[in-house]
């Protein structure tokens, strides 16, 4: 059994997308070799990690949309009601709006109210849901990759991005470059005529574990004193933040690969 890559975009754009598309793209690339990686094993924490980490995600965009919907509800509301909710935290606003009574009267202070209580009681519920989720995920990607969370800027839900995109088997993956590669942290050349040197963003890979690198990248930037003399330094050769970023994601990648919980290293 071999992983295939997402399907070529450029392909994809010319000729659409389908479930028989892309199984024959996968069949192909399989076929004539191009996919050579060897699968997750999927038997271990890490598919514990991603199962739990798939439903916290979940709940977090359920909650980011009630939360929209309810502060959109408060831009129209009467203006007694918005007066009132209007410069509260997102946890009183939850805790207030939850406990609102509608009354029996028709009219659309009542009916805004019932709307906002539905909107706070959920955002309550979904905070209670990722908290369960977050008891046992935590401890989890804690002692499956103890070193990998003592790396600084790393945190229980970055560490459990990298390891889902690793595997359980992160034996599989060859070396560092490999593992940037994976997380879509490899710059790829762009040289061309009188630009030299040039290398563009790589839009690959698994773009949760890209996501986690930048802001593994981010924290290290606005507190970490060895990577603010790095930015610096490149700042000063002529390089922009966003090329600035793609370095330190590269460097990331190569420095956290060697504390993945690996069982032998290829």
């Known amino acids: 059994m071999v992983e295939i890559d997402r399907p070529n975009r450029a392909k994809r754009r010319q000729k659409g997308k389908s479930d028989t598309l892309d199984a024959i793209s996968a069949a192909r690339a399989a076929h004539s070799g191009d996919a050579t990686g060897q699968a997750k094993t999927r038997d271990g924490n890490v598919e514990g990690i991603r199962v739990l980490r798939l439903a916290r ?3 977090l965009k359920a909650r980011t949309q009630a939360l929209n919907q309810l502060r959109s509800l408060i831009c129209t509301a009467p203006e007694e009601l918005r007066a009132r909710l209007r410069d509260l935290s997102v946890a009183e606003l939850a805790s207030t709006t939850a406990a609102l009574r509608p009354g029996t009267t028709p ?3 009542t009916a805004t109210k019932l709307a906002m209580r539905s909107l706070g009681r959920r955002i309550k519920a ?3 849901e990722v ?5 046992v995920l935590r401890p989890l990607v ?3 990759a103890p070193k990998l969370v003592a790396h600084y ?7 459990a991005a990298l390891l889902v995109a690793a595997g359980d088997n992160p034996s599989r993956l060859r070396s560092e470059a490999t593992f940037a590669r994976l997380c879509g942290a490899a710059p790829i050349p762009a040289t061309s005529g009188k630009t030299q040197d040039r290398h563009r963003l790589h839009r690959g890979g698994d773009r949760q574990a890209n996501s986690a690198l930048w802001h593994i990248a981010l924290t290290r930037m606005s507190s970490d004193p060895r990577t603010r003399a790095y930015v610096e330094r490149r700042t000063t050769e002529g390089l922009s933040k966003r090329e600035i970023m793609r370095c330190l994601k590269r460097y990331i990648a190569r420095e956290l690969f060697a504390d993945l919980p690996h069982e032998i290293l290829a």
């Open 107 to 109: 009219g659309v202070e």
């Open 126 to 128: 979904l905070d209670a």
């Open 153 to 159: 800027g790393v945190g229980p839900d970055t560490a």
């Open 131 to 135: 908290a369960d989720l977050d008891a």
């Open 142 to 144: 804690l002692a499956t």
């Open 57 to 59: 995600v979940s709940a």
